[in-house]
């Protein structure tokens, strides 16, 4: 099932409005807070486009100028506060994104789409040199969770936990697909080989020619939920 199409697609609406939700604050303290609590880990923030995300959420009436504080001969600050129609979004948008997975487009997945265009010893070499990077990537992971731990309830740091475990995950699959090339039982890998060798289609490939793949992934979901019950409408909300 998609997400419900949203009047703000920027992930960083989002944020802005969970900071406002415990109280106004103006874009430069927004700002300070993200940094500080490193939301730039999880969200994509443009600090530089932050006042223009605060000005779409104020237009859409998400939040709306709370105070104007002036001290001395500083220029006058401008606090924002949610409103309760931004509350109301805040609620239905996180709601979704945590229910409903979305289609994404990792670059990755994109690179694995048309990896066959590379010689699989090429392939091989890249892959190895993306699982050292991932290894080091993890291993950075683990030691900024085990200060965390140190610091903040878990529940603070959950988010650095999935990276570690999509880390993880990533670098387990790549090592087993390194595996299968290595020893020959990725299917395909001996044509892909000729292929890459001598310019020419595999016969075996060319009779593939004109077949049509066609996975309708969010129709298979969407029939897998219905078998188990569930609906939106049972998804429960917190107001």
């Not at 309760?84 to 979004?89: V, Y």
């Not at 990896?115 to 080091?136: F, H, K, M, N």
């Not at 670098?171 to 990725?186: H, K, N, Q, S, Y």
Request: negative net charge.
């Amino acid at each position: 099932m998609a997400t419900k199409r949203r009047k703000l697609g920027n992930p960083l609406a989002l944020a802005v409005m969970a900071l406002l939700s415990e109280r106004p604050m103006h874009p430069y303290e927004i700002a300070q807070t993200l940094r500080q609590r490193g939301k730039e880990h999880s969200v994509k923030i443009n600090f530089g486009s932050l006042y223009t995300v605060v000005q779409n959420l104020e237009k859409h009436g998400f939040v709306e100028v709370a105070d104007v504080q002036r001290q001395g001969n500083r220029p006058e600050r401008t606090l924002y506060g949610l409103t309760p129609a931004g509350h109301e979004e805040m609620l239905e948008w996180l709601a979704d994104l945590v229910a409903v997975p979305a289609r994404e487009f990792p670059l990755f997945e994109t690179a694995l789409s048309l990896i066959g265009v590379l010689t699989p010893d090429e392939v091989v070499s890249l892959l190895d040199e993306r699982v050292a990077a991932l290894d080091v990537h993890a291993a950075a992971l683990r030691g900024a969770l085990t200060k965390l731990y140190e610091q903040l309830p878990r529940l603070f740091v959950v988010e650095t936990e999935y990276q570690l475990h999509m880390v993880e995950a990533q670098a387990r699959w790549i090592r087993g697909l390194l595996r299968e090339i290595a020893d020959g039982t990725l299917t395909g890998v001996d044509a892909w080989r000729a292929l890459r060798a001598t310019g020419e289609v595999p016969a075996e490939w060319k009779r593939l020619e004109g077949l049509r793949i066609d996975i309708d992934i969010d129709t298979a979901a969407g029939e897998e939920k219905a078998s188990s019950g569930a609906t939106e409408e049972e998804r429960p909300r917190n107001r």
